[in-house]
T-cell receptor, first 111, second 115 residues
Framework: NAGVTQTPKFRILKIGQSMTLQCTQD?????MYWYRQDPGMGLKLIYY???????DKGEVPNGYNVSRSTTEDFPLRLELAAPSQTSVYFC??????????FGPGTRLTVL | AQKVTQAQTEISVVEKEDVTLDCVYE???????LFWYKQPPSGELVFLIR??????QNEISGRYSWNFQKSTSSFNFTITASQVVDSAVYFC????????????FGRGTSLIVHP
């Protein structure tokens, strides 16, 4: 089992550019999450999904979009990148209320 | 709404000292789960423990132990004889058993263990 994988590991964007952060899990988990972690801060939930075709906003969804066409994949789309989106992004998955398994993170810088 | 408070922002100890990381939570639900995660300097988030609200037994795993007390809504984490490798940010989290299972994380406690 690879667990939760994220690509890319690092990325530098220019203001106004767009990109997609990829997340894949091979544990057949229904629940998937996207968090951002700013320096010295905790985790803030961006979006989550309770199953294929179902997504919902978390605490800080503005500037992001998600889709969940399969159980395995949960990509996060950044449109019109802004410096405020400079952060480390973590994808996680879980089986209902059970333990969350996190990906290794994507470090994004917007200049 | 639920809330998790980790009042200690940073703790600094010398190797071999014991250290306790505090976690206080708030929820009106009677069924919930509590978690601790570790984030070492390399950045990944590692699961340490899960506890459900009906199990107040303390847990010990090697040098790690957890004290769950519903009466004070606390789920504290103690590291005995700390080591440099314990240096990390530790997060406490709370999930409710019903609804969307969105966990609430505390802001984390940064533990620095000096040799």
């Amino acid at each position: 089992n690879a667990g939760v994988t994220q690509t890319p590991k690092f990325r530098i964007l220019k203001i106004g550019q767009s990109m997609t952060l990829q997340c894949t899990q091979d544990m057949n988990h229904n629940y998937m999450y996207w968090y951002r972690q700013d320096p010295g801060m905790g985790l803030k939930l961006i979006y989550y999904s309770v199953g294929a075709g179902i997504t919902d906003k978390g605490e800080v969804p503005n500037g992001y979009n998600v889709s969940r066409s399969t159980t395995e994949d949960f990509p996060l789309r950044l449109e019109l990148a802004a410096p405020s989106q400079t952060s480390v992004y973590f994808c996680a998955s879980s089986y209902s209320v059970d333990t969350q398994y996190f990906g290794p993170g994507t470090r994004l810088t917007v200049l | 709404a639920q809330k998790v408070t980790q009042a200690q922002t940073e703790i600094s100890v010398v190797e071999k000292e014991d250290v306790t990381l505090d976690c206080v939570y708030e929820t009106r639900d009677t069924t919930y789960y509590l978690f601790w995660y570790k984030q070492p300097p390399s950045g990944e988030l590692v699961f340490l423990i899960r506890r459900n609200s009906f199990d107040e037994q303390n847990e010990i795993s090697g040098r790690y132990s957890w004290n769950f007390q519903k009466s004070t809504s606390s789920f504290n984490f103690t590291i005995t004889a700390s080591q440099v490798v314990d240096s990390a940010v530790y997060f406490c989290a709370l999930s409710l058993s019903g609804g969307s299972y969105i966990p609430t994380f505390g802001r984390g406690t940064s533990l620095i263990v000096h040799p």
